[in-house]
């Protein structure tokens, strides 16, 4: 799998992940962006399936900073999923 997504902030990347039975993993293998975007050095997306409910959990590397939660719901959802 390698999708890629273009932000309306100027960032643009592309990622390869894996698909297990209830989720979907990605990183970012590139993160280009403008000249005026934010630096963001990396992202990772997970998607998964949790009791019939779909949730996903969105980290990004920004502005001197690790890979910190950025949107979504809790990162413990996924410790288990597959």
Do not use: C, K, W
Not at 9 to 30: C, F, K, L, Q
């Amino acid at each position: 799998m390698r999708p890629e997504t273009a932000h309306p902030s100027g960032i643009a990347e592309i990622r390869a992940g894996t698909v297990g039975d209830r989720s979907i993993r990605m990183r970012a293998t590139t993160v280009d962006s403008t000249p005026t975007a934010t630096d963001v050095p990396s992202l990772t997306r997970t998607i998964g399936v949790i009791a019939s409910e779909m949730h996903y959990v969105i980290e990004m590397a920004a502005v001197g900073h690790d890979l910190p939660f950025h949107v979504g719901q809790d990162r413990a959802h996924f410790q288990n999923v597959q």
